[in-house]
């Protein structure tokens, strides 16, 4: 498509819908950040890419159920022409400052430029006819929830119940809530608050995770500021907090983490063993590894780290029983993160099970390394049935030396944190309840016989 020099965030965003609704699945926070990187644009432009993006993918399905009442045979038209008409639509339901007119004018500018010049008249026609009912189609989307694929909706339906799942889906809807931590040691976390308040930015402590404060400001912007000051804040849901938490790594300890991805759980570990011990980071991805390091660096704790750049289902083939403790970071489904994340709801349910049994195999690998009496933590940014519950359990019908952790009176497991324990003894954070990712958790001791 040709440049107009004409609405270019829409084009932009138009651009981006085409790729992923044409079976190409992206990650939207690595497209947009390079989209953003390529092109001028400043702090409102960039948030309105994203809300733009994040929107029509999140609510996609009822998008063409608006705009499917305007067209007679809506199958045969082009997926480009279905996500222009998506976008005009969003903005005349969510973008309460763009007006009709605009809208409607510059959805017509871009088919023409962009390929669709003999649909132009169906575009105007149809976003007309919506914008002369904007507040009554306003007041319906009001009500909208996420748009989930149906094998997904049955698992949490049946999961929640009709009235919470409703609840989930509208949570899902909403805006992400990011959060930071202080990186390095020495940092308190009202240290991080006065510091952020310095650069505009205004935060608020999390009431259940000790170390999360949840900012408002967008994710760019937050990645500006941790570069800005290396070594000193750190962008992490409390999800991801809260795995190492319940991992406690100990100062002399020998710890593993297989799966570490760029180190935002690693260099918690590291901080928390008071530069002490040797934690061992098993990462098959060389980009991430080289993130990894560089982290690993600026916070100073290179002496206790060792990055290794391995295959994560058979890492440490001969650190049988060396390790005190073992997180294993497993790749998933990412169902967890739809709020920030809107792509994965167009992921098939073959993916989940794909993943279940990468997972299991890094579960099975990763109980050789834990010693006699040794913690092992299993985390993952989902919740599908599939990369949870019928992961833990088989792979405990198949390791009957692994003993599950719970709140119910065992030492290693931290109290301020019972309350998120399931009755099948895990860990479940769901962001209507937490303003979090949704992520799951469960922890086991080896058994001394």
Same mark, same amino acid.
């Given at each position: 498509?040709?440049?107009?020099?004409?609405?270019?965030?829409?084009?932009?965003?138009?651009?981006?819908?085409?790729?992923?609704?044409?079976?190409?699945?992206?990650?939207?926070?690595?497209?947009?950040?390079?989209?953003?990187?390529?092109?001028?644009?400043?702090?409102?432009?960039?948030?309105?890419?994203?809300?733009?993006?994040?929107?029509?993918?999140?609510?996609?399905?009822?998008?063409?159920?608006?705009?499917?009442?305007?067209?007679?045979?809506?199958?045969?038209?082009?997926?480009?022409?279905?996500?222009?008409?998506?976008?005009?639509?969003?903005?005349?339901?969510?973008?309460?400052?763009?007006?009709?007119?605009?809208?409607?004018?510059?959805?017509?500018?871009?088919?023409?430029?962009?390929?669709?010049?003999?649909?132009?008249?169906?575009?105007?026609?149809?976003?007309?006819?919506?914008?002369?009912?904007?507040?009554?189609?306003?007041?319906?989307?009001?009500?909208?929830?996420?748009?989930?694929?149906?094998?997904?909706?049955?698992?949490?339906?049946?999961?929640?119940?009709?009235?919470?799942?409703?609840?989930?889906?509208?949570?899902?809807?909403?805006?992400?809530?990011?959060?930071?931590?202080?990186?390095?040691?020495?940092?308190?976390?009202?240290?991080?608050?006065?510091?952020?308040?310095?650069?505009?930015?205004?935060?608020?402590?999390?009431?259940?995770?000790?170390?999360?404060?949840?900012?408002?400001?967008?994710?760019?912007?937050?990645?500006?500021?941790?570069?800005?000051?290396?070594?000193?804040?750190?962008?992490?849901?409390?999800?991801?907090?809260?795995?190492?938490?319940?991992?406690?790594?100990?100062?002399?300890?020998?710890?593993?983490?297989?799966?570490?991805?760029?180190?935002?759980?690693?260099?918690?570990?590291?901080?928390?063993?008071?530069?002490?011990?040797?934690?061992?980071?098993?990462?098959?991805?060389?980009?991430?590894?080289?993130?990894?390091?560089? %982290?690993?660096? =600026?916070? !100073?704790?290179? #002496?206790?780290?060792?990055?290794? &750049?391995?295959?994560?289902?058979?890492? +440490?083939?001969?650190?049988?029983?060396?390790?005190?403790?073992?997180?294993?970071?497993?790749?998933?489904?990412?169902?967890?993160?739809?709020?920030?994340?809107?792509?994965?709801?167009?992921?098939?349910?073959?993916?989940?099970?794909?993943?279940?049994?990468?997972?299991?195999?890094?579960?099975?690998?990763?109980?050789?390394?834990?010693?006699?009496?040794?913690?092992?933590?299993?985390?993952?940014?989902?919740?599908?049935?599939?990369?949870?519950?019928?992961?833990?359990?088989?792979?405990?019908?198949?390791?009957?030396?692994?003993?599950?952790?719970?709140?119910?009176?065992?030492?290693?497991?931290?109290?301020?944190?019972?309350? %998120?324990?399931? =009755?099948? !003894?895990?860990? #479940?954070?769901?962001?209507?309840? &937490?303003?979090?990712?949704?992520?799951? +958790?469960?922890?086991?001791?080896?058994?001394?016989?």
């Amino acid at each position: 498509m040709k440049n107009t020099g004409l609405f270019p965030v829409r084009q932009e965003a138009w651009k981006i819908l085409n790729k992923i609704f044409s079976g190409k699945i992206i990650f939207l926070d690595q497209e947009y950040s390079r989209r953003i990187q390529s092109h001028e644009m400043n702090s409102v432009d960039r948030s309105l890419l994203v809300n733009l993006l994040r929107g029509v993918v999140k609510f996609h399905c009822h998008l063409d159920n608006v705009s499917r009442r305007f067209l007679e045979n809506p199958d045969r038209l082009p997926p480009t022409l279905m996500n222009l008409l998506r976008l005009g639509i969003y903005q005349l339901l969510f973008l309460e400052r763009i007006p009709a007119y605009a809208v409607v004018n510059e959805a017509v500018q871009t088919a023409s430029a962009g390929g669709l010049k003999r649909f132009c008249g169906l575009v105007n026609a149809v976003l007309r006819k919506i914008s002369l009912k904007r507040e009554q189609w306003k007041q319906e989307a009001v009500q909208w929830g996420v748009c989930l694929p149906q094998w997904i909706e049955s698992q949490w339906r049946k999961r929640l119940g009709s009235e919470e799942f409703r609840m989930l889906c509208h949570s899902l809807a909403s805006s992400p809530v990011l959060y930071v931590r202080a990186a390095s040691p020495g940092v308190a976390r009202q240290d991080v608050a006065r510091w952020l308040f310095s650069q505009g930015i205004q935060s608020r402590e999390h009431p259940v995770f000790p170390l999360a404060l949840g900012v408002q400001a967008d994710y760019t912007t937050l990645h500006i500021l941790q570069s800005k000051r290396p070594g000193f804040i750190y962008i992490q849901d409390p999800g991801s907090q809260l795995a190492v938490d319940i991992l406690a790594p100990q100062a002399g300890e020998r710890i593993v983490e297989i799966g570490s991805g760029v180190g935002g759980k690693t260099s918690l570990m590291a901080l928390m063993m008071g530069g002490k011990g040797t934690l061992k980071a098993v990462e098959p991805d060389s980009k991430k590894v080289h993130t990894l390091n560089k %982290l690993i660096s =600026e916070i !100073g704790v290179e #002496e206790i780290v060792e990055v290794i &750049h391995a295959p994560v289902e058979q890492a +440490l083939p001969h650190a049988e029983g060396w390790a005190d403790r073992v997180l294993v970071d497993a790749p998933c489904s990412g169902f967890g993160t739809v709020r920030r994340n809107p792509e994965v709801i167009l992921k098939t349910e073959r993916i989940a099970e794909f993943s279940a049994q990468k997972q299991l195999q890094m579960l099975k690998g990763a109980s050789l390394l834990v010693k006699k009496g040794g913690m092992m933590v299993y985390c993952v940014c989902t919740l599908t049935r599939q990369e949870t519950i019928d992961v833990i359990h088989c792979f405990e019908e198949e390791k009957e030396n692994f003993q599950r952790i719970n709140n119910t009176g065992d030492r290693l497991f931290p109290l301020r944190y019972s309350h %998120l324990v399931t =009755e099948g !003894g895990a860990v #479940e954070l769901w962001p209507h309840q &937490h303003d979090t990712d949704g992520f799951f +958790l469960a922890a086991w001791r080896k058994k001394w016989r």
